[in-house]
Nanobody, 122 residues
Framework: QVQLVESGGGLVQAGGSLRLSCAAS????????MGWFRQAPGKEREFVAS????????YYADSVKGRFTISRDNAKNTVYLQMNSLKPEDTAVYYC???????????????WGQGTQVTVSA
């Protein structure tokens, strides 16, 4: 069992930056692929970024490529999402997830956090 707790969300102006953190409980964190997803009001949840267990490979949605960076620190049981050049369309609740495979499909992930709100003002 893995429990995930996101933090770092907030209100930021367009063009600004935020860093989200996701702290995981459990001894097996380093064996899981990790992902970030987001859900905007009235929209379905969508993939943002993922990272392999070893941090050897990462994968991004086209909409955030070049602006967001996913990373992890297995010693701290934490995964991060650095978000730069934020746009109003990035406004959403951001969720981290842990699973057996790195990728964009929600079916790869077994454990989910409760989400953290990110609001980008124009």
């Amino acid at each position: 069992q893995v429990q995930l707790v996101e933090s770092g969300g907030g209100l930021v102006q367009a063009g600004g930056s935020l860093r989200l953190s996701c702290a995981a409980s459990g001894r097996l964190f380093s064996t899981y692929a990790m992902g970030w997803f987001r859900q905007a009001p009235g929209k379905e949840r969508e993939f943002v970024a993922s990272i392999s267990w070893s941090a050897g490979s990462t994968y991004y949605a086209d909409s955030v490529k070049g602006r967001f960076t996913i990373s992890r620190d297995n010693a701290k049981n934490t995964v991060y999402l650095q978000m730069n050049s934020l746009k109003p369309e990035d406004t959403a609740v951001y969720y981290c997830a842990a699973g057996s495979r790195r990728g964009s499909s929600e079916s790869y992930y077994n454990y989910w956090g409760q989400g953290t709100q990110v609001t980008v003002s124009a």
